[in-house]
């Protein structure tokens, strides 16, 4: 029974980063078939942060977690982005969604 009420962690990540200061992400549903799990669920968070080029803005399924992310390495984005879906422990591209997301130097 509780763990029916236990929200995916990439869902509670959409609500407090897109919901609470100081975050300010704006998660901006794409329409898009999921790479991964082919539902049309691909959110695009957009965010200011330092380094972070806005047209590489990362994407985030929301209904199965998968995750594509431009890493920040030395100050600037990526051009080739990292993916994976697994949240505990989190894989290298959850990290650096969530670093992004809730804005950890
Ligand atoms: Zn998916």
């Known amino acids: 029974m509780e763990q029916r009420r236990e929200r995916p962690p990439w869902i509670r990540l959409l609500r407090i980063t897109g919901s609470s ?14 790479w991964a799990c082919g539902v049309p669920a691909l959110m695009e968070g957009r ?13 985030l399924c929301g209904a199965c977690g998968a ?24 894989d290298q591209a959850v990290a650096e969604l969530r670093r992004l997301a809730f804005n950890r130097h």
């Open 67 to 90: 995750t594509r992310v431009w890493p920040v390495v030395f100050g600037g984005t990526s051009e080739t982005p990292i993916e994976g879906s697994t949240w505990t422990p989190p």
């Open 47 to 59: 965010m200011r942060r330092p380094g972070l080029d806005m047209s590489r803005s990362p994407l």
């Open 21 to 34: 200061w100081p975050y300010a992400v704006w998660w901006w549903p794409t329409g898009d078939a999921c």
